[in-house]
């Protein structure tokens, strides 16, 4: 079935700049998300893209998209402590049933030290 | 607008109890979900409701209902808590397939069962 493999942790230092990678399985998601959780929050879309972009940009986020091997990274440029949170990558699945309910990856914990 | 509202925050209830969470939504939108969220192992899915008077089991549907007697609402019934049943709960729904399913979540309900 679908499946959605991300690195569990990551630490970086103020300013520098985060890249957190995820591989996914299935080829026919149409849509690949990033969504953040601060601590004690529920999950908040950061960005997405569509499975025919190759790279999209959004202030300091950047994400990337190998579709033909199925990987997807989100850099986010010039780290800030405010960006300490855990990461989630999303895709939709191919299969019918649900009508848009997302796979996520078990999250990325981004700690970012001063 | 509110938007998702989950209700209660949290609770701790007693193994062989019976709960319900609340999950309200006030954008008129199609599809709800309800995921779970544990440590390492990210959001699955429980049930969905492509449409009032309509659901359907997600990833791990065993010892939970659901009812979708209107657009708004969305409960999730636990008939007879265990204690691995101990996890963050939360409430999602998306715009329309045009939005490339972005989900809205609600804040989560924190619930521990002993």
């Known amino acids: 079935g679908e499946d959605v493999e991300q690195s569990l942790f990551l630490s970086v230092r103020e300013g520098d700049s985060s890249v957190i990678n995820c591989t996914y399985t299935d080829s026919s998601s149409t849509y690949l998300y990033w969504y953040k959780q601060e601590p004690g929050a529920g999950l908040q879309l950061l960005t997405y893209i569509f499975s025919n972009m190759d790279m999209k940009q959004d202030q300091r986020l950047t994400v990337l998209l190998n579709k033909k091997d199925k990987h997807l990274s989100l850099r986010i440029a010039d780290t800030q402590t405010g960006d300490s949170a855990i990461y989630f990558c999303?895709?939709?699945?191919?299969?019918?049933?649900?009508?848009?309910?997302?796979?996520f990856g078990k999250g990325t914990k981004l700690s970012v030290k001063p | 607008i509110a938007g998702i509202t989950q209700a209660p925050t949290s609770q701790i209830l007693a193994a062989g109890r019976r709960m319900t969470l609340r999950c309200t939504q006030d954008?008129?939108?199609?599809?709800m979900y309800w995921y779970r969220q544990d440590l390492g192992l990210g959001l699955r899915l429980i049930h969905y409701?492509?449409?009032?008077?309509?659901?359907g089991k997600g990833e791990v549907p065993d010892g939970y209902s659901v009812s979708r007697a209107n657009t708004d609402d969305f409960p999730l019934t636990l008939a007879s808590a265990v204690p691995s049943q101990t996890s963050v709960y939360f409430c999602a729904s998306p715009p329309s397939r045009g939005s490339g399913y972005e989900q809205f979540f609600g804040p989560g309900t924190r619930l521990t069962v002993l």
């Open positions: 954008m008129r939108h199609n599809a």
């Open positions: 409701s492509n449409t009032a008077g309509t659901t």
């Open positions: 999303a895709e939709t699945p191919g299969y019918g049933g649900s009508q848009g309910n997302l796979i």
